[in-house]
């Protein structure tokens, strides 16, 4: 019997790679208050925006997602900042409250 | 993220070896550490207390700042004894997130009707420790209340650095054991690590209530595994 597990990002990002798909990385380096996602959490987006995982509870993956999209266009890691203080962030909706620091890079 | 850095933390990860992703978050290289690797400076500072503690983070070293994201392995919860408290305690743990293995060479205990879905082995322990070795991230429970079973398979976790070791029966019957352990020439100081009477004394009766109560002491020992104590506790 083994522990009841969320499907895992890395293993999945593994073989989507051995399926020649394009694959960004987005991982959570910092968060400040109540955030739902801890600290090396990932989120893992394809070209044609399929992803798995998370990096919030769901609040911000969608601005996270279109982000993927132009790091995988031009290969250079971003780092995105969610939070209560960003007036975008709030529209995305991190609306516990906390604020978030997301790492985006492309695999390979 | 390097292609050959994702394949080399998939493959550790799938050999229960804890391993760090360091991201150097200025020019976005990185590389997987294995416990264990040398890493010099005060970054290899970082790098020990991380793997101690579990948490990944940002640290600054020489100048770069750099993120470490720890993976360690899933605890697994190697029960000895198919017991009443083994079956109650199986899919709890389960539910909290451990792997979960049961030995007992007793058929009439071990079997798979009794623990449907489990990882069961009906033989001895030390055949089935020998095949499916504990590590560090395992914590046993010895079970059984019998001592050809249960002290092999104690013996075997000492070694292994297991991160939870407990023993179920009474003062009475753990000051026997701590005789035949010294006899069997262990230290005073492995044989303290031995949780016994098992479980936090919570005046648990039932067995799913002893189950509780040895579930709650091993997630103690998980969370408070080679860290400073935590909040709101004194040191």
Known sequence: MTAIQTRDPLQIAESWMGEGRDVAIATVVETWGSAPRPVGSHLIIDADSHFEGSVSGGCVEGAVVAEAADVLEDGKPRMLEFGVADETAWEVGLSCGGRIKVYVERLG | ?235
């Not at chain 2, 470490?68 to 083994?86: E, F, K, T, Y």
């Not at chain 2, 009794?114 to 395992?138: G, K, N, S």
């Open chain 2, 1 to 235: 993220m390097d292609p050959y850095s994702l394949k080399k933390l998939n493959a550790l990860r799938k050999e229960r070896r804890a391993a760090i992703l360091l991201t150097d978050l200025g020019d976005g290289r990185d590389r997987v550490i294995a416990e264990g690797d040398a890493v010099a400076g005060a970054l290899g500072e970082a790098v020990a207390k991380a793997f101690r503690s579990g948490k990944s983070g940002t640290v600054v070293a020489d100048g770069r700042t750099f993120f470490l994201n720890v993976h360690l392995p899933p605890p697994r919860l190697v029960m000895i004894g198919a017991v009443h408290i083994s079956q109650v305690l199986a899919p709890m743990a389960r539910l909290v997130g451990f792997d979960v293995h049961i030995v007992d060479p007793r058929t009439a205990f071990a079997s798979p009707e009794r623990f449907p879905e489990v990882r069961l082995d009906a033989e001895w322990p030390e055949d089935a420790l020998a095949r499916t070795p504990l590590d560090p991230y395992c914590a046993l429970a010895a079970l059984t209340h019998d001592s050809k079973i249960d002290d092999p398979a104690i013996r075997r976790a000492l070694d292994a650095g297991c991160f939870y070791i407990g023993a179920l029966g009474s003062r009475k019957t753990h000051a026997k054991r701590i005789e035949r352990l010294t006899a069997a020439s262990l230290s005073q100081t492995a044989i303290d690590t031995i949780r016994a009477p098992i479980g936090l004394p919570i005046g648990a009766a039932s067995p799913a209530e002893i189950a509780v109560a040895i579930l709650a002491e091993i997630i103690d020992a998980l969370r408070s595994r080679g860290i400073e104590p935590r909040k709101g506790e004194a040191a």
